[in-house]
């Protein structure tokens, strides 16, 4: 089997249906998980609504995100005074503590200069006691992808929060990058077991999954303090989760000369503050680095909870590996994610046939094979892919299952097969945003997922309806 980076030779030079959203949509999400923001696109209204709506489909919560509404006046003189109004408007209605600021193809076409007008607002309302923080992300949808947007604006709200010059605490910054709330829970029920004191940014766990309300909050409680925020800038050192991140960015990025650091990278060339970059922690290998990382940091075993995880999940691992094992597998996702499962499902025998992102990070298929230890060389890799050009190899490749996310669903019904949903968006199924993928209990959530969805496309295409398999 042919391997490749790009589009196989003699496909459509345009993207049909494309694998992957625009960079605003990840600006907002982390902006959803800092403490009392209201995210503000600087660009249409239509930008706004779009974003909303994919957001309110997959987690099920209210989504407020404003907008300057640039019309066709805007977009020929400048959106100055929109802007301006917008942030007055935000301020009256809900009383944020941090407005979340990110661009749209339209403002960075003009070449508006959002930081000079954050700097003009900040003068013309100096001392009053309502002015918020103004936190900027530069994300038109033309550069890169919502993963990219995602991890921009977590290294803008970084750089513009830290605090430099502070005395070294005792605690370290987790930067868990696009999961689910029930993983960012998960996640900060490990590290306490640790006994360690720990910045997780962003955290949408409870503004993006809401307990019931008794009555209606503008802005839903949760995330990540602004306090936290600024004391990223003296940690003992951070913890990224992805190999990829937003590499994609700089490939797309219009000034190549402005360099793309991650939030881990800035605060280890601005702060001085040790960086440690692993894989997503999913499956046993890349969790167990996970959990040594958090050894090392807080002199401390793993504890033999979590310990009976792990052996648990190996021996689910054995249980059903006669029901996974020489299964073929299409995977497609965000970069890091899709990396995360095909180590997942090289664990567990199942034989990936096309691994396939919309990222534009262009190290996807090195990254893989590096990883797997050449076991992926023959495997079809591929960056900046579509799902219409998926639709059209996986005839060729005969797969037994598709793992990703709702977007891909025509082509699991087309082929009849399951499609097992993770990542985002998940638009046709019920507690998208309660999916676990990391950790040995998320990786054991994902086992059970995918052999049962094994079995009962067996049991539902058998001619006999077995009731014991």
Same mark, same amino acid.
């Given at each position: ?8 030779p ?12 625009c960079?605003?949509?990840?600006a ?6 800092i403490?009392?923001c209201?995210?503000?696109i600087?660009?249409?209204?239509g ?8 957001i ?10 404003a ?5 066709e006046?805007t977009?020929?003189?400048g ?8 942030l ?8 944020? @503590?941090? #407005?979340? %600021?990110s /661009?749209?193809c339209? &403002? ?9 007008? *954050?700097k ?16 900027y ?6 550069q890169g ?7 921009e604006?977590?290294?803008a709200t970084?750089?513009?929060l830290?605090v ?5 605490? @005792?605690? #370290?910054? %987790?930067? /868990?990058?696009?999961? &689910?709330p ?8 490990i *590290?306490?077991?640790f006994g360690l004191?720990y ?9 993006l999954?809401?307990p019931?309300?008794e009555?209606?909050?503008?802005i ?7 306090s ?20 994609g ?5 219009v000034?190549?000369?402005?360099q793309v650091?991650t939030?881990g ?12 970059r ?8 890349e ?6 990382l958090?050894?090392w ?5 793993t ?7 792990r052996?648990r999940?190996i021996?689910?691992y054995?249980?059903?590996?006669k ?11 965000e ?29 996807l298929k090195?990254?893989i094979?590096?990883?797997?230890e ?15 050009s ?5 005839d ?11 977007k891909?669903?025509?082509?699991a019904?087309?082929?009849n097969?399951?499609?097992v949903?993770?990542?985002?968006p ?6 998208a945003?309660r ?6 209990q ?14 009962e ?10 009731k014991?398999?």
């Amino acid at each position: 089997m042919e391997s490749s980076t790009t589009k196989m030779p003699g496909s459509a030079a345009s993207v049909r249906n494309a694998c992957k959203l625009c960079s605003p949509l990840g600006a907002s999400l982390v902006f959803k998980g800092i403490h009392g923001c209201i995210p503000m696109i600087h660009g249409s209204q239509g930008c706004a609504t779009y974003i909303r709506r994919y957001i309110i489909s997959h987690f099920k919560e209210p989504v407020d995100i404003a907008s300057t509404n640039f019309s066709e006046e805007t977009t020929i003189f400048g959106g100055h005074k929109n802007f301006n109004l917008g942030l007055d408007n935000i301020i009256r209605q809900y009383r944020p @503590e941090v #407005i979340g %600021i990110s /661009s749209a193809c339209l &403002s960075e076409t003009i070449g508006e200069d959002v930081n000079r007008l *954050i700097k003009e607002y900040r003068q013309m309302n100096w001392g009053s006691e309502l002015l918020p923080e103004l936190v900027y992300a530069s994300t038109p949808g033309y550069q890169g992808t919502h993963i990219d947007g995602f991890h921009e604006t977590v290294s803008a709200t970084i750089s513009t929060l830290a605090v430099k010059d502070a005395k070294v605490g @005792e605690h #370290i910054n %987790i930067f /868990s990058g696009f999961v &689910s709330p029930q993983d960012i829970r998960h996640l900060k029920e490990i *590290i306490s077991s640790f006994g360690l004191d720990y910045v997780l940014f962003p955290d949408y766990s409870d503004s993006l999954d809401n307990p019931n309300w008794e009555k209606y909050h503008l802005i839903p409680p949760g995330g990540t303090l602004v306090s936290d925020i600024k004391r990223t800038g003296a940690a003992r050192g951070s913890i990224e989760f992805g190999y990829i991140l937003n590499e994609g960015a700089m490939n797309t990025r219009v000034n190549k000369a402005k360099q793309v650091l991650t939030a881990g990278e800035w605060l280890e060339v601005n702060r001085n503050i040790p960086y440690h970059r692993i894989g997503m922690p999913i499956g046993i290998k890349e969790t167990d680095k996970f959990f040594e990382l958090l050894e090392w940091f807080s002199n401390k075993p793993t504890s033999q909870k979590l310990k009976d995880e792990r052996g648990r999940l190996i021996d689910s691992y054995v249980d059903g590996h006669k029901y996974t094992f020489g299964k073929r597998a299409i995977i497609y996702g965000e970069e890091d994610l899709v990396i995360g499962m095909v180590l997942l499902l090289l664990e567990i025998g199942i034989e990936p046939v096309l691994i396939a992102s919309g990222g534009t990070g262009g190290r996807l298929k090195q990254m893989i094979d590096e990883l797997t230890e050449g076991k992926t060389k023959d495997v079809k890799i591929m960056n900046n892919m579509d799902f219409e050009s998926m639709n059209e190899m996986a005839d060729e490749l005969k797969p037994d299952i598709i793992i990703g996310h709702s977007k891909g669903y025509y082509i699991a019904r087309r082929l009849n097969i399951p499609l097992v949903r993770i990542g985002f968006p998940v638009h046709d199924r019920f507690g998208a945003q309660r999916l676990q993928h990391l950790g040995y209990q998320g990786t054991m959530q994902l086992f059970d997922r995918i052999v049962n969805a094994l079995i009962e496309y067996k049991q539902e295409n058998s001619p006999i309806g077995y009731k014991y398999i």
